[in-house]
């Protein structure tokens, strides 16, 4: 313990003398930087004895040297190094630094990470990668030694993470190197695999719902994220793809983004936005085009920074809008203001900040996260909320057409039957007293016309369905199809217990337009009705002997069959056609019975 406290107290002396025996911090040691770029600064002869010291204020003092700005800065360490240490293996922990670095010690190169070209295309950033390099024993010297980093940053501010940079033994150096590394990747990780749930769930929404604009909108918003996103994460950088394609590939895909937010806050708001909104939200796109072509990384910094600054006019629009729908309740807009102050937060404390890692997690990082997993709920309650308006709606009206049926089966069972029943009986009143006249004939068309009545009033409410159990309902349904139209209907019930009268409408319903759909359609002339229980869950199968018909060709099912397939749907079952031409039909349905 003493000797921890002494290393320490050691390391705030001009020289500092290490052993690679356990990690030691170097927050406190003899730091010096400088802007600007020369190769000699990796000589240890070089005299720095004018460069500023980081040893009170990282940030304020690269602060006043302007290290906050773009370009080059250099650090520089001298340490000592005992005799007896010489053998053993050093590693050097620096960190993250923005973005591209080469670390020398005693002048010679022992690592780096990113890459510089003359070319913008050639520039490869390296912001999310933790650097650790190993100190070759051969490059170390008894006495004192030169450890220097030369950094550069183009969009991002330069600096070295001083107050976390170590130096120990190799084992327990990469372990914190793969510590951070590793829970960098866990958040781009969970954001990258919340924007593939979005970008799967919208793309599911498109193949059954494909008139809703709404999902095309966010579909290529979240593919656009997904897609910068990647391109700039750690590990897109191991992977090493830094191809020129890939990053107009960036340029072309961000522009989307204030677009499709800006349209996809108008569909679910309702509001029109004026034209010049558009022609604001366009300004990326027209920034973006000077790097579509090779430019000298020079230039490249002020182009780019134009780019960025063009998504500002749009994103404070979006936010005035967002706090008024809030203030006003407007639908989606509380979750939609937060997930861009969410990115906001995390843009601003990253750029004015000191530009390095707060703990382990970048709050850029952190905010991208944050406005990722808050689309992307607010995104499946709406979906969740449309789907219970669609819900309600189909309730609605198969409740309503059932109500109307019976109202109708009601007013020509009681209305006109009653009156065609008293004229037949009066005519064959009448048709007593003169045998051999016309009323006969007249009694038998009035007789067959309220024979025909009462199939139209059976069919529109069976009298027997909600007096009598569903099992009763079926067999007399049965009956009296044979009788009207002598196609047998075969039913085996062997379900015990009662059902929802909710549930045994439906399910009456889907019998009877089956039927009628094979009787007429398919001209069967025997159908075979199954319902029994197994485990909770409640199945029906109704087969016929009709013509069937070829699934492919039919793809766009009539209003029968979408009619119970929507009844199966409310009784939250599934609901399977099998169908062939010359070989009738089968439906399936299956209900839970919780």
Same mark, same amino acid.
């Given at each position: 313990?003493?000797?921890?406290?002494?290393?320490?107290?050691?390391?705030?002396?001009?020289?500092?003398?290490?052993a690679?025996?356990?990690?030691?911090?170097l927050?406190?040691?003899?730091?010096?930087?400088?802007?600007?770029?020369?190769?000699?600064?990796?000589?240890?002869?070089?005299?720095?004895?004018?460069?500023?010291?980081?040893?009170q204020?990282?940030?304020?003092?690269?602060?006043?040297?302007?290290?906050?700005?773009?370009?080059?800065?250099?650090?520089?360490?001298?340490?000592?190094?005992?005799?007896?240490?010489?053998?053993?293996?050093?590693?050097?922990?620096?960190?993250?630094?923005?973005?591209?670095?080469?670390?020398?010690l005693?002048?010679?190169?022992?690592?780096?990470?990113?890459?510089?070209?003359?070319?913008?295309?050639?520039?490869?950033?390296?912001?999310r990668?933790?650097?650790?390099?190993?100190?070759?024993?051969?490059?170390?010297?008894?006495?004192?030694?030169?450890?220097?980093?030369?950094?550069?940053?183009?969009?991002?501010?330069?600096?070295?993470?001083?107050?976390?940079?170590?130096?120990?033994?190799?084992?327990?150096?990469?372990?914190?190197?793969?510590?951070?590394?590793?829970?960098?990747?866990?958040?781009?990780? *969970?954001?990258l695999?919340?924007? %593939? =749930?979005?970008? #799967?769930? &919208?793309?599911? !929404?498109?193949?059954?719902?494909?008139? $809703? +604009?709404q999902?095309?909108?966010?579909?290529?918003?979240?593919?656009?994220?997904?897609?910068?996103?990647?391109?700039?994460?750690?590990?897109?950088?191991?992977?090493?793809?830094?191809?020129?394609?890939?990053?107009?590939?960036?340029?072309?895909?961000?522009?989307?983004?204030p677009?499709?937010?800006?349209?996809?806050?108008?569909?679910?708001?309702?509001?029109?936005?004026?034209? *010049?909104?558009?022609?604001?939200? %366009? =300004?990326?796109? #027209?920034? &973006?085009?000077? !790097?579509?072509?090779?430019?000298?990384? $020079? +230039?490249?910094?002020?182009v780019?920074?134009?780019?960025?600054?063009?998504?500002?006019?749009?994103?404070?629009?979006?936010?005035?809008?967002?706090?008024?729908g809030?203030?006003?309740?407007?639908?989606?807009?509380?979750?939609?203001?937060?997930?861009?102050?969410?990115?906001?937060?995390?843009?601003?404390?990253?750029?004015?900040?000191?530009?390095?890692?707060?703990?382990?997690?970048?709050?850029?990082?952190?905010?991208? =996260?944050?406005?990722?997993?808050?689309?992307? !709920?607010?995104?499946?309650?709406?979906?969740?909320?449309?789907?219970?308006?669609?819900?309600?709606?189909?309730?609605?009206?198969?409740?309503?057409?059932?109500?109307?049926?019976?109202?109708?089966?009601?007013?020509?069972?009681?209305?006109l039957?009653?009156?065609?029943?008293?004229?037949?009986?009066?005519?064959?009143?009448?048709?007593?007293?003169?045998?051999?006249?016309?009323?006969?004939?007249?009694?038998?068309e009035?007789?067959?016309?309220?024979?025909?009545?009462?199939?139209?009033?059976?069919?529109?409410?069976?009298?027997?369905?909600?007096?009598?159990?569903?099992?009763?309902?079926?067999?007399?349904?049965?009956?009296?199809?044979?009788?009207?139209?002598?196609?047998?209907?075969?039913?085996?019930?062997?379900?015990?217990?009662?059902?929802?009268?909710?549930?045994?409408?439906?399910?009456?319903?889907?019998?009877?337009?089956?039927?009628?759909?094979?009787?007429?359609?398919?001209?069967?002339?025997?159908?075979?009705?199954?319902?029994?229980?197994?485990?909770?869950?409640?199945?029906?199968?109704?087969?016929?002997?009709?013509?069937?018909?070829?699934?492919?060709?039919?793809?766009d099912?009539?209003?029968?069959?979408?009619?119970?397939?929507?009844?199966?749907?409310?009784?939250?079952?599934?609901?399977?056609?099998?169908?062939?031409?010359?070989?009738?039909?089968?439906?399936?349905?299956?209900?839970?019975l919780?």
């Amino acid at each position: 313990m003493h000797r921890r406290l002494l290393i320490i107290a050691l390391l705030f002396q001009a020289g500092t003398a290490l052993a690679c025996e356990e990690v030691v911090s170097l927050a406190g040691a003899d730091w010096r930087a400088h802007r600007g770029d020369d190769l000699a600064w990796a000589q240890p002869g070089f005299d720095d004895s004018h460069w500023s010291r980081l040893d009170q204020d990282p940030i304020t003092k690269l602060g006043e040297m302007g290290g906050l700005e773009d370009g080059f800065l250099w650090y520089r360490l001298r340490f000592q190094i005992k005799p007896e240490d010489l053998n053993q293996a050093c590693f050097l922990y620096l960190g993250q630094i923005q973005e591209t670095d080469v670390t020398y010690l005693n002048g010679v190169r022992i690592g780096g990470e990113g890459r510089l070209g003359n070319d913008w295309y050639e520039f490869v950033s390296a912001m999310r990668k933790p650097r650790s390099y190993l100190l070759p024993a051969a490059l170390l010297t008894p006495g004192e030694n030169l450890v220097a980093v030369r950094a550069l940053s183009l969009f991002l501010p330069t600096g070295l993470p001083v107050e976390d940079t170590k130096l120990g033994p190799a084992p327990l150096i990469l372990q914190e190197a793969h510590e951070q590394q590793r829970n960098v990747e866990r958040i781009e990780v *969970i954001t990258l695999t919340l924007l %593939l =749930l979005g970008t #799967l769930m &919208a793309g599911f !929404l498109l193949l059954t719902r494909i008139e $809703e +604009q709404q999902y095309w909108v966010f579909f290529s918003l979240v593919v656009s994220a997904a897609t910068i996103y990647y391109v700039d994460s750690l590990l897109s950088y191991s992977l090493r793809l830094d191809a020129a394609w890939v990053k107009r590939l960036v340029f072309v895909a961000g522009p989307v983004i204030p677009m499709a937010s800006l349209r996809y806050l108008s569909l679910i708001t309702g509001q029109r936005f004026p034209r *010049i909104y558009w022609w604001m939200a %366009l =300004l990326p796109v #027209l920034c &973006a085009l000077p !790097l579509m072509f090779d430019q000298p990384i $020079e +230039q490249v910094v002020l182009v780019y920074d134009l780019w960025f600054v063009s998504f500002a006019p749009i994103a404070l629009l979006l936010l005035v809008y967002l706090v008024r729908g809030a203030r006003y309740q407007v639908q989606q807009s509380r979750p939609m203001l937060f997930a861009l102050l969410a990115i906001c937060v995390g843009l601003v404390y990253g750029l004015l900040g000191d530009g390095t890692i707060t703990g382990d997690f970048n709050p850029v990082e952190l905010g991208i =996260l944050g406005m990722t997993a808050i689309l992307m !709920l607010a995104f499946a309650r709406r979906v969740t909320l449309q789907h219970k308006a669609r819900l309600r709606l189909s309730v609605g009206v198969l409740s309503a057409q059932d109500d109307e049926r019976r109202r109708i089966a009601r007013e020509l069972h009681d209305g006109l039957g009653q009156r065609l029943v008293a004229a037949r009986l009066l005519l064959e009143a009448e048709a007593l007293k003169n045998p051999g006249g016309q009323l006969q004939e007249v009694v038998r068309e009035l007789r067959d016309t309220t024979q025909e009545l009462r199939a139209i009033v059976y069919g529109l409410r069976p009298v027997e369905l909600g007096e009598v159990s569903l099992k009763s309902a079926l067999h007399s349904y049965s009956q009296r199809v044979h009788e009207l139209t002598g196609v047998y209907v075969k039913v085996f019930y062997s379900h015990e217990g009662g059902l929802p009268a909710q549930v045994e409408e439906h399910l009456f319903r889907i019998v009877q337009e089956a039927v009628n759909n094979a009787t007429r359609h398919g001209g069967a002339r025997e159908v075979r009705v199954e319902l029994t229980s197994v485990n909770r869950q409640l199945t029906m199968r109704i087969t016929d002997d009709g013509s069937g018909f070829d699934l492919d060709e039919n793809s766009d099912r009539g209003l029968g069959l979408t009619a119970m397939a929507e009844r199966v749907r409310l009784c939250d079952g599934r609901f399977h056609i099998e169908s062939r031409v010359g070989g009738g039909t089968t439906l399936r349905l299956e209900i839970p019975l919780s």
